[in-house]
């Protein structure tokens, strides 16, 4: 089945201490994107790829680090999390010449 | 970063009923597109426009690219309890980075 999973569902973490949301997709897509989705505020891009060693920063990429060693993953880093970070969190991966991205069910993070 | 303005911002409708949304920026857009959110689920892409005037159904749903290119709208004929969710349109901006710019969503209720 085509999809975009997306590694751990629900997190409960502490402030400061490091930790990766994997993302993996198995349908080739050269593009692939985070975003962070917030009570009244839609869907916010963090960082996206175009390609393998290819990444660029979103509306909102403070705090978090990317990297796209890989054309299937797309891990999203938090090096120390901060309260502001609680959010639910989206990977998404499109073919270049596609119309919209297709989504993994999400993580769910809190910070405390 | 730009966000899309997008209402209303919930609303609660009786099963049988149309709704009707939309979604309006100061900037052109490409191409605009409408998901729907599932509670507990990713979005997954409804419908995709792809010129200014467009009108394009999905069963029950039809979407509108709005004829200068900086509006959509979404309606549903005849609600049902699974129309629940969040809507969110999207528009593709049109300078090069193609990039997706999201709304902050409806939230949609629907009583039986």
């Known amino acids: 089945e085509a999809q975009v999973t997306q590694n751990p569902r629900y997190l409960i973490t502490v402030t400061g201490k490091k930790l990766t949301v994997t993302c993996s997709q198995n349908m080739n897509h050269e593009y692939m994107s985070w975003y962070r989705q917030d009570p009244g505020l839609g869907l916010r891009q963090i960082y996206y790829s175009m390609n393998v060693e290819v990444t660029d920063k979103g509306d909102v990429p403070e705090g978090y680090k990317v990297s796209r060693k890989e054309k299937r993953n797309f891990p999203l880093i938090l090096e120390s999390p901060s309260p502001n970070q609680t959010s639910l969190y989206f990977c998404?991966?499109?073919?270049?010449?596609?119309?919209?991205?297709?989504f993994g069910s999400g993580t769910r993070l809190t910070v405390v | 970063g730009q966000q899309l303005n997008q209402s209303p911002q919930s609303m609660f409708i009786q099963e049988g009923e149309d709704v009707s949304m939309n979604c309006t920026s100061s900037?052109?857009?490409?191409?605009w597109l409408w998901y729907k959110q599932d509670p507990g689920e990713g979005p997954v892409l409804l419908i995709a426009l792809y010129k200014a005037g467009e009108l394009t159904s999905n069963g029950r749903l039809t979407a509108q690219f709005g004829i200068t290119r900086k509006d959509s709208f979404l309606n549903i004929s005849a609600s049902i309890p699974s129309d629940v969710g969040i809507y969110f349109c999207a528009g593709q901006e049109s300078s090069g980075t193609y990039k997706y710019i999201f709304g902050t969503g409806t939230r949609l209720k629907v009583l039986a």
């Open positions: 998404a991966s499109r073919t270049r010449g596609a119309l919209g991205y297709t």
């Open positions: 900037s052109i857009f490409n191409t």
